[in-house]
């Protein structure tokens, strides 16, 4: 019972996270919700018996990833003319309304979410050697290709944040 409560708190506050994050025109405030999702995320990863997993994503994503993204940010010194408004409209509530009913849509249709979300694991789920065997044997690729469009995405912004002389 304690599990399902810190369950729905954590998820819950992940999604507040996240849609703070999409409405906030600041962009170093929308970086630091983010992290506060990374954090949710991070006790869920505990809740499903999978701490090395919650301990990656806080230093992977919430420690290094958004760091580096925070540094960009700055880099790119956009001033308080050039932000877009911030009041919230009916229009941006029906944009995250639809976002939510397809993301909802396609959870239930095309992956596969276990009847009981809380139905024991197999042995040694996300521990070392089994998240690292799935990196660098099944998923080798995918992880290289995400790595790969980090840096490319890191590099636009830096090229786009260059002022003309």
Known sequence: ????????????LSVIMVLLMIFQTNPVASAMYLVGAFFGL??????????????LQVLVYAGAIMVLFTFVIMLMNIRKEELIDDRVTWKKIAVVLIALFFAGFLSLNFLKIPADPFAPVEE????????????????LIPFELTSILL?????????????EE
């Not at 840096?151 to 002022?163: F, Q």
């Open 151 to 163: 840096l490319t995405a890191i590099i636009g912004a830096m090229v786009l944040g260059k002022k």
């Open 124 to 139: 040694g789920f996300g521990e070392v050697g089994p998240v690292g065997r799935l990196m660098f044997l099944k998923y």
């Open 42 to 55: 991070a006790a869920l990863f505990v809740l499903l018996s999978a701490p090395f997993v919650a301990v």
């Open 1 to 12: 019972m304690a599990d399902t409560i810190l369950f729905y708190l954590f998820g819950g």
